[in-house]
């Protein structure tokens, strides 16, 4: 199954809000906290972007403006182009000014994170860590520890988007295994994470990606099992007079 990637900075989203409809203007409106506001609008404008290329369809606001990403009941992002469900699934992240979209073209279970390689605590490894995932980290090397940690975090966030729970559910339902000695040309890692039940019956165990670069551990996760993710490229279009009057 191919996954789709995108990857935006705040410098990229327009200082403009015509590429958002209605509904989203209105929802970003409703935005008391700056920082809160501005992760908003570049994950929307990722999303929107990486779409772009998905549906074939121009990069263009008016376009823009068509595709609506809107929060399902259980908060994950759903997709409608021209007030229809689009036939795609998407999963957002963003840390630390950065936006990730990943976008599979089937109903799938699928789940994208973001995190800094940084120090943590050895009360957040036993808060948030299975047993499995501290004697991983106990055996890492003082050099490996913060980016084994981030890996294992972005891991857990991805699956718990996946199952369409994020952090409703308890961290230490899911474990995270990293296997990484399998890789790709573009350096994205094999993973596998399993998770262990609570309100769903029986286990159950996603597989997907992980890459370290620029500071940053990107995963993504998937059921059924995903190819390495496919980097988009957004083509620079030069409109003619008839596209801008869509």
């Known amino acids: 199954m191919n996954v789709y990637w995108l990857e935006q900075t705040e410098a990229d989203v327009p200082a403009e809000n015509d590429w958002l409809n209605a509904n989203e203007a209105a929802c970003l409106n409703g935005m008391r906290f700056a920082k809160r506001r501005g992760d908003w609008r570049l994950g929307r404008w990722t999303a929107k972007c990486a779409l772009s290329v998905i549906l074939d369809v121009p990069p263009l606001p008016p376009v823009f403006k068509k595709i609506e990403i809107c929060a399902a009941p259980s908060g994950a992002p759903e997709v409608f ?3 229809q469900p689009a036939a795609v699934t998407i999963s957002i992240s963003h840390r630390c000014n950065v936006s990730a979209c990943a976008v599979a073209m089937s109903d799938v279970k699928l789940g994208c994170d973001l995190e ?15 047993l499995e995932e501290q004697a991983l980290v106990a055996h890492a090397s003082a050099a490996d520890r913060p980016r084994l940690l981030a890996l294992l975090w972005s891991g857990k966030e991805s699956a718990l988007k996946a199952l369409r729970e994020g952090l409703r559910l308890d961290t230490r339902s899911v474990i995270v295994i990293p296997c990484a000695t399998s890789f790709d040309l573009y350096g994205w890692s094999q993973l596998r994470i399993r998770y262990t039940g609570g309100r769903h019956a029986g286990d ?10 620029d500071n940053i551990v990107r995963t993504v996760v998937a059921a059924p099992p995903p190819h390495p993710p496919v980097r988009l490229r957004i083509p620079v279009y030069v409109p003619d007079a008839d596209s801008l009057c869509v």
């Open 204 to 213: 159950q165990v996603f597989h997907g990606w992980w890459q370290p670069a």
């Open 116 to 130: 800094m390689i940084e120090p943590r605590s050895d009360a957040f490894v036993a808060d948030y860590f299975t």
């Open 81 to 83: 182009f021209e007030g």
